[in-house]
Each structure stands twice: as C-alpha cells, then as structure tokens.
C-alpha cells in the first residue's frame, strides 16, 4: 500500500483482475526430412514457398520433403520449421581468416556438401567511423565490423545472414568470437581455450579500390553430405526430433514419405510425449513400387496393424496423391507425393476459415493441386479402413479430390479422442490455458485468486462457445470452470497448489448421416 504523509488528492491505477486469455496458433507444421541444402538438424523457420527455396534449394529428385512443403503452401499452410537430415557422421566445411597475429578458424554451425557454397566476409561497419581519419593514427584499425555469411546459388551470392557491428571492447574481454558462436545459425569461431584474449586482434584487411573500407571474403571449404543411408534412421530421426524441444509453437509434424514402422514410432513417441503435436503419416502405399492396387489396400492394412503405439495424437492417411510433374518438360506429365504435406495445409486452411474444431474433411476439404490419386479407393475400401483409424483420400465427381476422413490412429485404443478435431482443440484449450495462467504462480492462494481466476476462464471459454466450437444451446450446456473451496482444500492450500477444472463438451464431427425415407399414406 502506498504511504501519504501529506494532505490533498493522490489518484492511484488499480488492476481490475482482467487478464484476457489469448488462443494459441494451430497451424504450424514442421517438415523433417532430406533436402539438397540448408543446416541440418536445425529447426529452420520459413513463411513461403520462396523462402524455402532459398534456403533449401527447392525442389529436388530425391527428396519427397520438398514437394510435401511445396504442397503445404499451396493448400493454405503458412508457418513451417523444416529439419533437414543427413549424415550425422558428414564431414563439416571450415575456412580461415586471415588476422594481424595469424588466422581465426571459422567451421559451418552444421554439416554438408552446400556449406562448400557460403562464404564469410568481414568489412567495417558503416557505424565504425572512417579508420583513416585525421584524428586516428595511420595503422588504427576499425573499432566496428560487420560478420556476414554469404550463399552462392546459381553464381549469384546473396546474404544469409549479417551480424553487424561487432566491435573490440576497450576492457579487454573477448568480444566477436562470443557473439558470433551465440548469434550465428550458421558459422562458429573456434576459440582456444588456452588464449585468455582470443581473438581480440584486429582483422588484417585491405582497402578496396581506394574507397573508405576494409573488407575481406573468405569462402568455406570441405563440407560433403556423407553417406544416404544413415539419413533415414532410428538414431538420425530422434536427434531431428530433439531439436524441436525448445520451439512450442508447432502444432503438426510431418515426415514426408517415412512408413517404415520404426521411424514411425518414434514419431508417434515424440507427439505424444509432448501432448501438444499430431503427427500426420503418409501410408506404407508408395506408388512408385507400381504395386497393384489389392496389394497396396492389403499393405496399408497390414502396417497400420504393426504401427505402436496407437496414440491420438496421430493421423494416418491413405493413398498417395497425384501431381504435376515438377521435375518433367513433357506436357501433363504427372508423378506421385506423400499426401502428408497436402493434408497439413489442409489443416492450416481448416484452421483459419472454419476453427480448430471444425474437422479438416468433407467436402470442403478439396486437396489443391491434386490431379489423381494412386489408389482409388471404393465405398467398399473405406468400410475396411474407416473403422481401423485410416483416412482415405478420394475423388468425386462434384467434389474432386478430397479428405474423406478424421481419425485418429487411436480410434479404437482411446475412443474418447477418436477425432482428429477433438484432439487438436483439446491441445488448443491445454496450451491456451496454460499459457493464459501464468500470472497466477505466487499470487495468494485464496478466494480472491479463485474468483478471479474463475472470471477469466470463463471468458476465454465463453468465447469459444460463442465462436461454435461446443455443443449445448446454453453455455452452462457447453462447459465449467471450477476453482473453489472445494477443489482447493487446505492441504492442497498449505502444499502451494491451486487446483482448477475445466469441462468442456466438444463438436463431434457428423462422420455419419442417416437419411431416414418413408412413405406417407393418405387416409
């Protein structure tokens, strides 16, 4: 409370207690796979198709992530992080820098045959002031430099990153190495241990043409891809998937054309354990063995059966879809991809139109870009495959080729969460609330706290209800927030705990509607 010592009038802000809830996103993917460049095992955040290429080189022959990311954005995805794999045993590209009192080793942050392409260049920054100044002695250097890391595509370079003004503290600490090593997502300084003040010399640079700069350009060499198939393994999945242990804000995480059970179930291990992720699997039907259709509907079957564990926060989806070639010059030349990338975008799309909540299927649900399907799969097909967990694909004649279906793999195993769209609004309200009840750690734990606490999540839930995301004609119908004596006792007060319980009833998706024909007769 504040103190008045003095006579008159003190006006005072006092907090109302309102501390809106915000919605978390939905509908950002991660992509783990092989692609022609990029840091490896690094989550990569990228907004566009564009973006993506120039970072990872675009589309690519042997690698099906770039045609899963390519349809990702096409179908209405918008936020990615791409994981690129490879080697972990690759050998890394290193470059040295000349400097005054020898050179300062540089090493790429990752592995692979593209760090051959960057190169670093150190040049005074703009801000350093003219080195050669009148009022500076002929053989001072610039105080202030400029680190930027350069790629060459195509015989044009372009910009990676700049770290700019890195300078030489006058209190003698260690100052570019430090920064680069903590800033950098792609270069590291190798510091001895044993030099107290490595590198604290100045760059030994040259003027270039006469003009007020220094400048030098060093490239990277030695970096190679190493062996394929160490790509796609248990160990080399699990290290892609750690490095997503630091990022929240992914909701799906695709790997485009991975079925092999092993790989799968790490996957399916990962999502799970972070209860936060759904993992969209592509079949074990590859087109491009040429299989025949009974064989793949018959495959398919008989891997999910082998699939563990069967979580719901997994989707797998069946066949393979149809495009345009990318990588062809015949005209109307087609090819197969893994349809996992499609369906996260359809997600995406889903997501901003219609809400979480809203199944990503039906007839809205139009796959873009799709010209066929690899397997097309009956009425019949579906009444196999429905019941077991797996969404099919399928092309109508007035609808295309859409999403028929929004199960999850744990349909039978945790019918509680059966849907996919019950699962991910679910994930939506944990993380929401979670975030949205920070502000509650260490405040009193009493009835004030409790009201208050109440108060907001009722409004957070109040405008889910409103927005069409529970069933009920009447909020009370829809969902309850309980935070009182009841729940908080003294021994639950006295351990520090503040217990709160959220009901919600969710949308169940009309997965099946009966039309009911009858003849009327006239009396």
């Known amino acids: 409370m504040p103190e008045y010592l003095r006579p008159g009038v003190f006006v005072q802000e006092e907090s109302s207690g309102v501390k809106p809830i915000e919605g978390v996103g939905t509908s950002t993917a991660c992509f783990v796979g092989a692609a022609p460049r990029g840091r490896p095992f690094y989550p990569t955040f990228v907004t566009s198709w564009s973006e993506y290429e120039r970072l990872f080189g675009g589309l690519h022959k042997g690698a099906d992530m770039p045609l899963a990311v390519y349809q990702f954005f096409l179908n209405g995805g918008k936020r990615a992080y791409i994981i690129r794999l490879l080697d972990p045993d690759a050998p890394t590209a290193t470059a040295e820098l000349p400097l005054e009192s020898g050179t300062l080793k540089l090493r790429a942050a990752g592995s692979g045959a593209w760090t051959k392409t960057m190169s670093v260049e ?47 503290k006058e209190d003698g600490e260690r100052f570019y190495a430090s920064l680069i090593n903590r800033d950098s997502r792609f270069i590291r300084v190798e510091v001895p241990t044993d030099a107290k003040d490595f590198p604290e010399v100045p760059f ?39 490095g997503l242990d630091t990022i929240d804000d992914v909701n799906m995480l695709v790997m485009p054309g991975v079925f092999d059970n092993v790989l799968v179930g790490a996957g399916i291990d990962y999502v799970a354990s972070r209860g936060d992720m759904i993992y969209i699997i592509d079949s074990e039907g590859d087109p491009r063995n040429r299989k025949p259709r009974e064989e793949q509907l018959r495959d398919v079957k008989a891997k999910f059966r082998e699939l563990t564990p069967k979580s719901s926060y997994a989707a797998l989806y069946f066949p393979w879809i149809e495009i345009s070639d990318p990588y062809s010059r015949i005209s109307g030349a087609t090819r197969f991809a893994p349809p996992s990338g499609a369906i996260a975008g359809l997600y995406a799309r889903t997501d901003n139109r219609r809400g979480v909540w809203k199944a990503p299927a039906g007839t809205e649900a139009s796959i873009l870009g ?24 399928r092309q109508f004649p007035d609808s295309g080729i859409i999403c028929w279906g929004t199960r999850t793999i744990a349909t039978r195993q945790d019918p509680e969460y059966r849907y996919v769209p019950i699962r991910r609004f679910a994930m939506f309200l944990k993380k929401s609330l979670y975030r949205g009840t920070q502000w509650v750690v260490f405040e009193p734990n009493d009835e004030p706290l409790w009201s208050a606490i109440r108060f907001n999540l009722n409004a957070f839930m109040l405008r889910q209800f409103r927005a069409g995301a529970l069933q009920g004609a009447k909020p009370e119908e829809a969902y309850f927030v309980k935070c009182d004596a009841e729940n908080n006792v003294q021994a639950t007060i006295d351990a520090g705990e503040v217990h709160i319980t959220v009901g919600f009833a969710p949308l169940k998706p009309a997965e099946f509607v009966i039309i009911h024909l009858t003849q009327m007769r006239k009396e």
């Open 370 to 393: 799709a010209v066929g399907l690899a397997v097309e799969v009956t009425d019949n097909d579906q009444e196999d495959l429905n019941p077991l967990g797996i969404n099919c694909i």
């Open 204 to 242: 030994k640079l040259a003027k270039v043409d006469n003009q007020d700069l220094w400048r030098v350009e060093v490239p990277l060499t030695g970096g190679e891809d190493g062996s394929p198939d160490k790509l796609f393994l248990d160990t080399t999945i699990r290290r892609a998937l750690q």
């Open 122 to 168: 150190v040049r005074l920054s703009r801000a350093g002031g003219n080195p050669w100044a009148a009022d500076k002695p002929a053989d001072s250097p610039p105080t202030l430099f400029d680190f930027i890391v350069l790629n060459e595509v195509d015989g044009e370079k372009f910009e990676l990153e700049v770290l700019p003004r890195l300078g030489i």
